[in-house]
T-cell receptor
Framework: QQQVKQSPQSLIVQKGGISIINCAYE??????FPWYQQFPGKGPALLIA?????SEKKEGRFTISFNKSAKQFSLHIMDSQPGDSATYFC????????????FGGGTRLMVKP | DTAVSQTPKYLVTQMGNDKSIKCEQN?????MYWYKQDSKKFLKIMFS???????INETVPNRFSPKSPDKAHLNLHINSLELGDSAVYFC???????????????FGEGSWLTVV
């Protein structure tokens, strides 16, 4: 049973456009929702994260929108750049459960110049 | 000064062999993990150790045995390797104390295991 579902699997965006990646979760005990960015040949690295007590978090060009009632959250990348081309993973964890991350299936983003 | 380092980066071995992947973190974290990334890039937790004690063991075959000699090291030993074990294995660490510290998990660069 996949507890965190991510879509789309792949995304192509023109430079300067907005990239949007969506995730939905099932376990209402999740209390931490990070997004990780992975470049080819590298390990995932934390990009931005949110807790369910806020509906939006913005860091530079990256914004997480969180809808607790719908059990959904999304990543918006404004003014997408070719350097943003990577695989993005949403994830969720429960703080008192060993900080174990449950990942979505990943979205391969390509930003065309 | 890599925060989470794992060796080897690439490993090609035959079915039935036993191999180990080593991991070290210099972040002073109390929790370390092994994640497996399959050919479709799906990431899944395998083990979690907190202060050298196993706290999470997801459904992983007994052929996989993690060993933590101290809280800065978490090695992964795999016995009787099978073709299906081919994947990228990521070591990671985090500080799991207190909500305010956040739950950032830092990953190593991965170890590419190919079983032939």
């Amino acid at each position: 049973q996949q507890q965190v579902k991510q879509s789309p699997q792949s995304l192509i965006v023109q430079k300067g456009g907005i990239s949007i990646i969506n995730c939905a979760y099932e376990n209402t005990a999740f209390d931490y929702f990070p997004w990780y960015q992975q470049f080819p040949g590298k390990g995932p690295a934390l990009l931005i994260a949110i807790r369910p007590d806020v509906s939006e978090k913005k860091e530079g060009r990256f914004t997480i929108s969180f809808n607790k009632s719908a059990k959904q959250f999304s990543l918006h990348i404004m003014d997408s750049q070719p350097g943003d081309s990577a695989t993005y993973f949403c994830a969720a964890s429960i703080h008192n459960a060993g900080n174990m991350l449950t990942f979505g299936g990943g979205t391969r983003l390509m930003v065309k110049p | 000064d890599t925060a989470v380092s794992q060796t080897p980066k690439y490993l090609v071995t035959q079915m039935g062999n036993d191999k180990s992947i080593k991991c070290e973190q210099n972040l002073g974290h109390d929790t370390m993990y092994w994640y497996k990334q399959d050919s479709k890039k799906f990431l899944k937790i395998m083990f979690s150790y907190n202060n050298k004690e196993l706290i999470i063991n997801e459904t992983v075959p007994n052929r996989f045995s993690p060993k933590s000699p101290d809280k800065a090291h978490l090695n992964l030993h795999i016995n009787s390797l099978e073709l299906g074990d081919s994947a990228v294995y990521f070591c990671a660490s985090s500080q799991v104390t207190g909500r305010s510290s956040g739950n950032t998990i830092y990953f190593g660069e991965g170890s590419w295991l190919t079983v032939v």
